[in-house]
């Protein structure tokens, strides 16, 4: 599994932009087909909600990429 540490700048980052910024996926776009279409969990549950409110200590996973979001 690889791992991934992404630092916030700001209260928190929404799950399509963070897949974007991690270099996941090219636009938020496509991470938010992606979380529509349930290949993203948050703390080890599905997420549907494609703008989700990602805050520090949250873990985000697509596939075998796991991140650690931290606050900045």
């Known amino acids: 599994m690889q791992k991934l540490t992404f630092e916030l700048t700001s209260e928190f980052i929404e799950v399509n932009q963070l897949l974007k910024l991690s270099g996941l996926v090219d636009s938020g776009g496509a991470g938010k087909n992606l979380v529509a ?8 549950k599905q997420e549907l909600r494609k703008t989700a409110k990602i805050r520090a200590g949250q873990t985000v996973s697509l596939g075998d990429v796991q991140i650690s979001v931290v606050a900045g």
């Open 37 to 44: 279409s349930g290949a993203v969990k948050v703390d080890g």
